[in-house]
């Protein structure tokens, strides 16, 4: 399985970015897919998932901003961030696990990530 994620940059507070996740194969029209972003000296964590189904499901901190959604005919998973602020600055990446009542379970497949930087 093999993960890449794209599109980070600098950005100013209050912006947008896209970020892109291709996938090998066609996982994303088969397991859940998962945003994940990590913070200097912060612990990896969860940003948005979506189910097989199309379910959503999205941090707190980012809820109402981003907006996770998917291509299964181009094998994409795409990660909309919108009023962007300097907490969200992070490197983020994308994952593909199993959904279970509303909880993400990761698998151990992780790209190498991209970096996003919100800061005027």
């Known amino acids: 399985v093999q993960l890449q994620a794209s599109g980070g940059g600098l950005v100013q507070p209050g912006g947008s970015l896209t970020l892109s996740c291709a996938a090998s194969?066609?996982?994303?029209?088969?397991?859940?897919m998962g945003w994940y972003r990590q913070a200097p000296g912060k612990q990896r964590e969860l940003v948005a998932h979506i189910t097989r189904g199309a379910n959503t499901k999205y941090a707190d901190s980012v809820k109402g901003r981003f907006t996770i959604s998917r291509d299964n005919a181009k094998n994409t998973v795409y990660l909309q961030m919108n009023s962007l602020k300097s907490e969200d600055t992070a490197v983020y990446y994308c994952n593909t696990g199993t959904a279970l009542s509303g909880s993400y379970y990761p698998y151990d497949y992780w790209g190498q990530g991209t970096q996003v930087t919100v800061s005027s």
């Open positions: 194969g066609s996982i994303i029209s088969i397991n859940a």
